[in-house]
């Protein structure tokens, strides 16, 4: 696959998480003086840094705490605390639209919620599904008896 938007990632996509992490990343590094320091000052190589920042590889949660402590945040502040547009521009990069990604976890928070309330009310989808099952086993039966 051909490289894009300057970016050296070849085929691969970021996760949201990623991107994030990445943008702050890039962000905070422009503090220190080289990269070995600022990667020294996450607790990751050199090279890990490298291979995360070109998209070459996503992070594992252990590496995302590393830099969430080096950076002297918790692993939420890492992942969520950015300012939208910076954002909005790591995103471009990653090829992901942001307000795409906002609808879907609104949509998601509303099925969440959905799922929530029947749980509370003991309605779970295979509860519901397998009455309607039921009820259809019925009507057919009562159907071919008439």
């Known amino acids: 696959m051909a490289r894009t938007n300057g970016d050296s990632r070849v085929g691969r996509k970021r996760s949201l998480a990623t991107a994030i992490v ?7 590094q ?3 003086s080289s990269v070995l320091a600022f990667a020294k000052t996450l607790g990751i190589s050199e090279g890990t840094y490298n291979l995360l920042i ?3 590889t996503n ?6 705490e590393k830099i969430a402590a080096g950076l002297g945040l ?8 950015i300012d939208t547009e910076t ?3 790591r995103l471009a990069i990653a090829r992901l639209d942001h307000d795409a990604i906002v609808k879907s976890i609104e949509k998601f928070e509303e099925a969440e919620a959905g799922f929530e309330s029947a749980i509370s009310k003991n309605e779970t989808p295979a509860k ?8 259809a ?5 009562r159907a071919s008896h008439k």
């Open 22 to 28: 990445v943008a702050r990343m890039r962000r905070e």
């Open 30 to 32: 422009s503090k220190y």
């Open 54 to 56: 070109s998209g070459a």
């Open 59 to 64: 992070p594992t949660i252990d590496t995302l």
């Open 74 to 81: 918790t692993f939420y502040e890492l992942i969520g605390n």
């Open 87 to 89: 954002l909005r521009k």
């Open 128 to 135: 519901r599904s397998s009455g309607r099952a039921a009820k």
């Open 137 to 141: 086993v019925k009507t057919s039966a």
